[in-house]
């Protein structure tokens, strides 16, 4: 996948028209996700399993899939790539 692809997605699912926070009033294609989650495989499977991080980095706890938590902590700590985060999860 191409970073400009990358940067389609990601501005379409933070900047996207949002319907009273319930909705993104976006559909992403099919084949566009496929790409994103081969990508993603492909970028996690090649990373290390302990990761050095400069800071200032922020940590960010398990935020559960909840688009409308992300854009709150990016409103609040600043939009990647100014500010860095990392995310923890299950």
Excluded: W
């Excluded at 302990?50 to 960010?60: A, F, G, H, K």
């Excluded at 706890?61 to 985060?85: A, M, Q, S, V, W």
């Amino acid at each position: 996948m191409k970073d400009s692809e990358l940067d389609e997605i990601i501005y379409h699912v933070l900047f996207s028209s949002v319907n009273n926070f319930t909705k993104i009033n976006h559909d992403i294609p099919l084949i566009t996700v496929e790409n994103l989650i081969a990508s993603t495989k492909s970028l996690f499977d090649s990373e290390e399993i302990m990761l050095n991080i400069q800071s200032p980095t922020v940590v960010v706890g398990d935020i559960h899939g909840n688009l409308y938590d992300l854009i709150r902590i990016f409103d609040k700590c600043g939009y990647p790539p100014e500010t860095k985060y990392l995310f923890l999860g299950d």
